[in-house]
């Protein structure tokens, strides 16, 4: 007989290849929230002359964001990271508190893969800028638009990888005996479902605060028609050079830094993963035990 976890797979991995390029994207986006108005010294009482004005992105300076078309644009850039991360916070907790128990219900009770699958699976092929897309041709450009473009694909992608774990551990054997004797959904959940799969719940809802953090971000990008390449961590490099007010060392340091918050708080969510995990272990010992 095949053990529960061997039917699930896998679950040591942590960080995938796709999760490590949007942690990046979040990183140099908390890099210029925090620093970028502090970092970027072009004065801001400086006037240009009108035969030195050009459109967006036909000089270097505008590129570099060393001009005053380019600081405006690092104004909007760091305005729409900080309601990206408001609005990332509701969205995971919304999949966290509604999407997740949803799945969990509905893999007890239908407890078959295939219908549901078969609805949920060709939507999770189709990344949030398709919905994107499709939703500012019917209704316009906004923040709103962006949000529930990820808002809908996040919900599909979290509710059918939720939903196929819990039709797989309700096949199994142990569950199957477990309900002949008369188990409840509540018994159930507690005893097998969630110690079960919070591994993979947890690593989850780090999956998505990333994609839903670095998908926002881009697509403020494209809404706001700001290129990517007038803020980047070379202009910061560069302006430290050109204006000898900060240090390339200091730079360096505060990035380490970053970095270090970053990993720490990852070592922070499994740490509270596996004191929820131990707690439920014991409270799985003492009902054994009980009975």
């Known amino acids: 007989m095949k053990s529960i976890n061997h039917l699930l797979g896998n679950s040591q991995r942590n960080v995938t290849f796709h999760e490590m390029i949007c ?9 210029y929230s925090l620093f970028g108005s502090w970092l970027i010294s072009f004065p801001a009482d400086q006037v240009v002359p009108q035969d030195e004005l050009v459109a967006p992105f036909e000089s270097y300076q505008h590129i570099l964001g060393t001009d005053v078309y380019g600081r405006d644009l690092l104004d909007v850039f760091l ?6 991360y408001l609005v990332a916070i509701v969205i995971v907790l919304l999949d966290l508190f509604l999407i997740i128990p949803l799945a969990l219900v509905f893999g007890f009770y239908f407890r078959k893969e295939g219908i549901i699958r078969s609805l ?10 398709f919905y994107y897309f499709v939703l500012i041709a019917l209704f316009g450009p906004s923040l709103f638009i962006a949000a529930s473009s990820v808002c809908l694909y996040i919900f599909i992608y979290t509710f059918h990888s939720i939903y196929r774990d819990v039709v797989q551990v309700m096949d199994s054997t142990m569950v199957r005996h477990l309900l002949l004797d008369g188990a409840t959904f509540k018994q159930i959940l507690r005893l097998v479902l969630l110690p079960t799969l919070i591994d993979k719940i947890s690593r989850q809802i780090r ?9 926002l971000i881009l697509i403020g990008v494209l809404q706001q028609g700001i290129s990517p ?10 302006q430290a050079w050109l204006y000898q007010e900060q240090t390339p060392y200091a730079l360096f340091i505060i990035t380490c830094l970053v970095s ?9 969510f499994k740490l509270i993963e596996e004191l929820v995990k131990e707690s439920m ?11």
């Not at 942690?23 to 890099?31: D, E, G, N, S």
């Not at 999956?207 to 998908?215: D, F, G, I, Y």
């Not at 272990?281 to 009975?291: F, H, M, N, T, V």
């Open 23 to 31: 942690l990046i994207i979040v990183f140099v986006a908390i890099f």
């Open 79 to 84: 305005l729409g990271i900080h309601k990206n």
């Open 120 to 129: 949920t699976a060709p939507l999770t092929v189709f990344v949030s800028l």
């Open 207 to 215: 999956r998505v605060l990333l994609l839903v953090v670095a998908e």
């Open 229 to 238: 390449t007038s803020v980047y961590w070379g202009n910061v490099m560069y």
């Open 260 to 268: 270090i918050v970053l990993y720490a708080t990852f070592v922070i």
């Open 281 to 291: 272990q014991r409270e799985r010992e003492k009902l054994s035990q009980a009975i």
